[in-house]
């Protein structure tokens, strides 16, 4: 289609050709006015949707007539099973393509964390512990990409991740397949170990896999909030476990060396005056005050004056005491008369269900948090996210929920 290559060729002069081909998905088929883009995975939907979807207003054919755009994520191929036997299926977190070794911001405290991680260690475990934002996930991400280039078969999965495959393994009784499946990989890579707290089923079974895999000589890396000897309700054999090859503790980078990466990472002009104005106006969280800026400045190079227009919702949230993602699921469970861990937990019934779907649509429409972040957050796809945030909002449109008031003021 002639106006889909013009508008691709427009994009290319104003975002480079890497950026191009990296982000902007495959075009599949169109007619004189659908165009079918086919993307390879959920990050690739995850920033059409938000930096090309709105350049694509007023996108029409030669009569002037508006072309829409479809896009769906490349098909997966199905498991074959036995007819009536449920197969156990393991699927790795999704990485963040962004999150690499290269990218991390190093400071002298972490250098030695960085090489290590670059390096294949002669310690293990690896054990990475630091407060939130940190940059714990973004490391282990990072070590994941590493060895896959390599060609090893690497794991990575979050703690809660890893529970939900114990669970599914002993729901369908195939503990046996799970076993096999962990334990024949060349690397496995655990992120925030310390939500292993109070589950014995899980803690047994990741006993036993770290034995198996440190036998045979395989890496783990691991990371937690605390060191091993701080955590909560961890098996004191597992915590010697941990401490069999080097914890190091993460110090976080200054937070102007993560906007000045963050604002070159996302193409965005980053003056000295509007970055110290983000850290004045949201000590907090300046992070996300610099994401929303630059999805929604749509490129342009700003003032500080015109940042405060773009952001006027997140500065008024910040007077009154800035809205969480942990506010939110707070606020939402007590509404509905059940627990936060419901909310972030697995149970599928209406009861608990319908809550979680609010709480991920109130992430969405007052945090403008992106659509995989509130996916990692809620341990959901981007998909089921994507839809449970339409499923709400088009409830409160039709006058068939409520919108929770004190939130929304």
């Not at 030669?62 to 074959?80: M, T």
Request: hydrophobic share 40%; charged share 25%.
């Amino acid at each position: 289609m002639k106006e889909w290559k013009e508008f691709l060729n427009r994009l290319e002069s104003e975002l480079g050709e890497d950026i191009l081909q990296k982000w902007v998905p495959r075009c599949t088929h169109f007619d004189a006015a659908n165009v079918y883009l086919e993307a390879t995975d959920s990050f690739q939907i995850t920033w059409f949707e938000e930096h090309i979807r709105p350049k694509l207003k007023g996108f029409v054919n030669q009569n002037q007539r508006p072309i829409r755009v479809h896009l769906a994520q490349k098909a997966l191929p199905k498991p074959q099973k036995i007819e009536g036997t449920p197969v156990f299926t393991i699927r790795e977190d999704e990485l963040d393509p962004d999150k690499t070794l290269e990218r991390f911001i190093t400071t002298d405290e972490n250098r030695i964390i960085y090489t290590l991680l670059k390096e294949t260690s002669p310690f293990n475990p690896l054990y990475l512990y630091g407060p939130k934002g940190s940059g714990k996930t973004h490391l282990l991400m990072g070590a994941a990409h590493a060895f896959k280039k390599e060609g090893k078969t690497v794991f990575f999965v979050s703690a809660q991740t890893f529970t939900d495959h114990v669970v599914q393994a002993i729901r369908l009784a195939q503990m046996r397949e799970f076993r096999s499946i962990y334990r024949d990989i060349d690397i496995l890579i655990v992120d925030d170990v310390h939500l292993f707290s109070k589950r014995n089923a899980t803690q047994e079974e990741f006993f036993h896999t770290f034995n198996s895999l440190h036998t045979l000589g395989r890496p783990i890396l691991l990371s937690a909030n605390a060191s091993p000897t701080l955590l909560n309700n961890i098996e004191p054999r597992l915590i010697s476990r941990f401490e069999w090859g080097i914890s190091l503790e993460l110090v976080q980078s200054p937070m102007t060396n993560i906007l000045e990466s963050k604002a070159d990472l996302w193409h965005f002009s980053l003056p000295e005056v509007l970055k110290q104005w983000l850290l004045d106006s949201f000590p907090q969280d300046p992070i996300l005050a610099l994401s929303a800026l630059a999805f929604r400045s749509n490129g342009q190079i700003l003032t500080v004056k015109t940042a405060e227009l773009l952001l006027k919702d997140l500065l008024e949230n910040e007077k009154k005491g800035a809205l969480t993602f942990e506010k939110i699921v707070k606020t939402v469970a007590a509404q509905y008369g059940i627990t936060s861990e419901d909310i972030l937990g697995k149970s599928q019934i209406q009861t608990i269900a319908l809550p979680r779907q609010i709480a991920m649509y109130y992430c969405r429409e007052k945090l403008k948090l992106p659509y995989q972040k509130i996916g990692a957050l809620f341990h959901k796809d981007h998909s089921t996210v994507m839809s449970s945030t339409k499923l709400i909002q088009k409830k409160i449109e039709e006058k068939a929920l409520d919108p929770l008031e004190f939130i929304s003021k």
